[in-house]
């Protein structure tokens, strides 16, 4: 459970602003994150246990604005709470503390290594991921894990999330017919998950491939069909050679049945 000083008085999510108003300053604020989401609505199509919000206010006081994240992932929560869906997400009605948030750096930094990094620290969320493409020296991803109330820089990439049961790191691929670096998920052997379309085209060749192995089969089918007529076709020449000759060597006053 969640311990704030609080006031008496706490607004429901429906009473609070649902963002802080400001629009994304690069379109990879949304199609990142939402990459992530969509992979993570095939990978746990039957869990509802979790929640990924995208430009979403998290409120930790009624009297503060919310921060907001690019992305953000909360384990241990209601998927859905009505066919409404949530406005924003706060802190005192669901008890949980986001375990992973994301910030994409846009060419307007809005300070992602310092004054975000102290707010999640002080949050408590376990994992703080910052992407940023624009870095030349620099990894363009970095993992911090809360340890002892610090975060930690995570190395690797991919980076395995144990308490997520996923492994975050970015590569080269297309989204949304864009060729360029994207996020994704990993499994713990370091494979990444496939993005929807991928996953589409994927069950197209393999529709395709068994459509092909079907047709081999009924083209190797057709041809022991074929052979096996034109068997039963030379056993019934055979038969009527058999019958020919019989007929001959009766007509010569033999009787076949008494060759020997």
């Not at 991921?129 to 620099?138: A, G, M, T």
């Not at 911090?144 to 997520?164: A, C, M, S, T």
Request: aromatic residues 10%.
């Amino acid at each position: 459970m969640l311990e704030y000083n609080l006031p008496r008085y706490l607004p429901s999510a429906e009473e609070l602003p649902d963002s802080d108003e400001r629009p994304v300053d690069n379109e990879l604020q949304e199609l990142i994150p939402g990459l992530l989401k969509a992979i993570l609505l095939i990978l746990w199509a039957e869990r509802m246990d979790w929640l990924f919000g995208i430009d979403m206010g998290i409120y930790y006081h009624p009297d503060k604005p919310p921060i907001v994240p690019d992305g953000f992932l909360s384990l241990g929560v209601e998927r859905f709470y009505d066919e409404e869906l949530r406005p924003s997400y706060v802190l005192w009605d669901e008890n949980v503390v986001p375990i992973f948030v994301l910030e994409v750096v846009s060419q307007n930094y809005r300070k992602e290594y310092t004054t975000k990094l102290d707010e999640y620290e002080a949050l408590g969320v376990l994992y703080y991921v910052i992407y940023s493409s624009r870095r030349r020296r620099k990894p363009h991803l970095e993992v911090h894990k809360l340890v002892n109330g610090k975060y930690e820089l995570q190395e690797g990439n991919p980076v395995w999330l144990p308490e997520i049961g996923l492994g975050i790191g970015c590569e080269r691929g297309n989204y949304c017919g864009v060729t360029r670096e994207w996020m994704y998920w990993y499994d713990e052997q370091g494979q990444r998950y496939l993005t929807p379309a991928e996953q589409v085209k994927q069950e197209i060749q393999r529709a395709q491939q068994e459509a092909q192995r079907a047709q081999q089969e009924a083209q190797r089918a057709q041809q022991e069909a074929q052979r096996a007529q034109q068997e039963a076709q030379r056993a019934q020449q055979a038969e009527q050679r058999v019958q020919q000759l019989t007929e001959q060597l009766r007509a010569l006053g033999i009787d076949p049945d008494n060759l020997g």
